[in-house]
């Protein structure tokens, strides 16, 4: 099993500029989440879904999209990038108990 | 909603020695408690979790502590190694509530000195 996997790893964007972060799962779990993470800091919640067609905004969701037509896939979307959105970006997926499996990350600058 | 509040930020200790992280939470509907260990360049991967039927579980060298009353739950490590140096995450899952996604603490970054 592949797990929660992540394209791309690294990306560097210009400011204004748009781009889709891939996240695929082959557990078959209904969940899945986009988090990000800023430099020594914790994680925090931008969208997830309960679903295939359902998604839900979490703590941070201004300037991200996010779409969930498959079980398999989550991809998000930065459309107009800022400086503040240079993070790491970790995608998750979770079945019915709970436990959380993480992608390696895609590491975001935008300069 | 759901807070956990998580602490130390930061912990030294000797090879060898014992570290404990506690965190609280204020959802006293929460009921899973999950703990999560990051490495350099890494994804958070579980490395025990803890429902609230139980207060404690054991896994080799780690364990959790749960007090429902006190709304705390606490990650114990013994005999440390250099390999558990990392960062870790509690959290907290108000599922009582609905699809309502886990809450994290803010981290515990770990050293473990040889």
């Known amino acids: 099993n592949a797990g929660v996997t992540q394209t791309p790893k690294f990306r560097i964007l210009k400011i204004g500029q748009s781009m889709t972060l891939q996240c695929t799962q082959d557990?078959?779990?209904?969940?899945m989440y986009w988090y990000r993470q800023d430099p020594g800091m914790g994680l925090k919640l931008i969208y997830y879904?309960?679903?295939?067609?359902?998604?839900d905004k979490g703590e941070v969701p201004n300037g991200y999209n996010v779409s969930r037509s498959t079980t398999e896939d989550f991809p998000l979307r930065l459309e107009l990038a800022a400086p503040s959105q240079t993070s790491v970006y970790f995608c998750?997926?979770?079945?019915?108990?709970?436990?959380?499996?993480f992608g390696s990350g895609t590491q975001l600058s935008v300069l | 909603g759901e807070n956990v509040e998580q602490h130390p930020s930061t912990l030294s200790v000797q090879e060898g020695d014992s570290a404990v992280i506690k965190c609280t939470y204020s959802?006293?509907?929460?009921?899973?408690f999950p703990w999560y260990k990051q490495e350099l360049g890494k994804g958070p991967q579980l490395i025990i979790d803890?429902?609230?039927?139980?207060g404690e579980k054991k896994d080799q060298r780690i364990a959790v502590t749960l007090n429902k009353t006190a709304k705390h739950f606490s990650l114990h490590i013994t005999e440390t190694q250099p390999e558990d140096s990392a960062v870790y995450f509690c959290?907290?899952?108000?599922?009582?509530?609905?699809?309502?996604?886990?809450?994290f603490g803010k981290g515990t970054r770990l050293s473990v000195i040889a």
């Open positions: 998750a997926s979770s079945g019915s108990n709970e436990k959380l499996f």
């Open positions: 557990m078959n779990h209904n969940y």
């Open positions: 879904s309960v679903g295939a067609g359902i998604t």
């Open positions: 959802d006293s509907a929460s009921n899973y």
């Open positions: 803890i429902r609230s039927n139980v």
């Open positions: 959290a907290a899952s108000p599922r009582n509530s609905g699809n309502t996604p886990l809450v």
